[in-house]
Structures are given as C-alpha cells and as structure tokens.
C-alpha cells in the first residue's frame, strides 16, 4: 500500500534524524548478523592465505609436517568460512534498541530433497500420472 504525501515526509524526516544519530546506528550494526559473518568471513580469508603460504614454505624447504599443517589450517579455515557464510544467509532477529522487548522470527527448517519431491508430487496437475 503507497504512503500518502505526508506520510512519505514524515518516513523520509524519520530516517535522516536515524541516519544522523552514529549510536543508533552502531548499536543496530552490532546487532546485524550479516555484519558478524561478514567479518569472520575477512578473517577466514587471511587464515587461508597463511595456510597457503606454510604450504608454499613447507614445498619450498621440504618440510612435509609444515605444508601438512598448512593444508590442515587452510581446510579448517574454509570450513569455519563456510559456517559463517551459512550464519550470515540467516533471517535477522529484530531487537528494541536500548529496551528489553524483542521478537524473534520463527526460522523454519529447511526442506530436504524427499519432502520438495513430495510437495512437487502433490502438486502436480491431476491429467499427468
């Protein structure tokens, strides 16, 4: 449903004195999941190049238990990355800023192969057997 004229001023003064206000914006920053796995992702990254570049020295020096540990820290890095990337795809929780009221949306769970073959069988139009 469009807002009216007035409505849509009032929104537009609402979100720039929001804008303006750096504490409410930290605090719902904080609060972003996306913001949480977006960093742990960065440092996922550099965890990788590390474990590259003690595969590389343990290559060059053939030393065979420091590229294996190199190995093992990158493979730990990218399962750490992937976790976080599947944390930051999640629905974010709204919060009251500065108060204790909070509601959480129910997160459903994810359908699995069988049960979208079943939803796609039940839905299928009744000429086609």
């Keep these: 449903m469009p807002l009216s004229e007035h409505e849509q001023r009032l929104f537009d003064q609402i979100e720039r004195s929001l804008a303006e206000d750096p504490k409410f914006a930290s605090a719902v920053r904080a609060s972003d999941p996306r913001f ?7 440092v996922a990254a550099f965890v990788i190049l590390v474990g590259l570049a003690l595969v590389v020295l343990g290559t060059v020096s053939s030393n065979t238990p420091l590229g294996v540990a190199g190995f093992v820290v990158m493979l730990g890095s990218a ?4 976790q976080s990337r599947r944390k930051g795809n999640a629905p974010a929780d709204l919060h009251a800023v500065g108060g204790t009221a909070s509601r959480r949306t129910r997160q459903t769970r994810k359908a699995g192969f ?3 073959l079943e939803d796609r069988w039940r839905q299928r139009p009744e000429g086609h057997r």
């Design 79 to 82: 399962a750490f990355a992937m």
């Design 36 to 42: 949480h796995a977006r960093r742990r992702l960065l």
């Design 114 to 116: 069988i049960d979208r």
